[in-house]
């Protein structure tokens, strides 16, 4: 029993400043605040409505049935919401580290003006228009990369390795 007792005062001890650092002041706190909203309003958001408007787009020229669209537009547009709320609560302690109060409070009021809205808007279909950009000129060189590698070492033995691993 008193090795119970002396378990119980030893966690007590320890989590005591893991306890008091966990509620942080008022000023870091606005700190926070100040960054979740700066990345709702770039990160967050409209950005998700913007991003279910891709889907759609995408979904509906893609010649699939009704419903199967319906229930990807769907499942894919609340997944996405989700990892952005997580992302924004994941993110939000380095936010705050990398900007100042008055630098978080300068960006906010910009980017809920409308030209920040809007550039927000722009950044985002440019962001994608980039990456099907990347994706088409990396491709071919990803290929040439492996046959220079190929050239360079042995395939066929890393090939064997790998089946190996597979098993």
Request: aromatic share 6%.
């Amino acid at each position: 029993m008193r090795i119970i007792a002396i378990i119980a005062a030893a966690l007590a001890v320890a989590a005591g400043p893991a306890f008091a650092q966990s509620v942080p002041d008022a000023a870091r706190q606005n700190h926070l605040d100040l960054a979740e909203r700066y990345l709702v309003l770039t990160q967050g958001g409209d950005l998700v409505k913007q991003m279910r408007g891709q889907l759609e787009e995408s979904y509906n020229a893609s010649g699939m049935p009704a419903e199967q669209r319906a229930w990807l537009i769907e499942t894919v547009s609340e997944t996405l919401a989700e990892v952005m709320d997580a992302t924004v609560q994941e993110f939000r302690d380095d936010v705050a580290d990398s900007f100042t109060v008055p630098e978080l409070e300068s960006a906010i009021a910009f980017y809920e003006s409308p030209v920040g809205r809007s550039i927000v808007r722009k950044q985002v279909d440019m962001s994608m228009e980039m990456q099907e950009t990347m994706s088409a000129l990396l491709m071919p060189r990803l290929e040439g990369l492996t046959e220079k590698f190929c050239i360079r070492f042995d395939c066929s033995a890393l090939g064997g390795a790998a089946q190996k691993e597979a098993r």
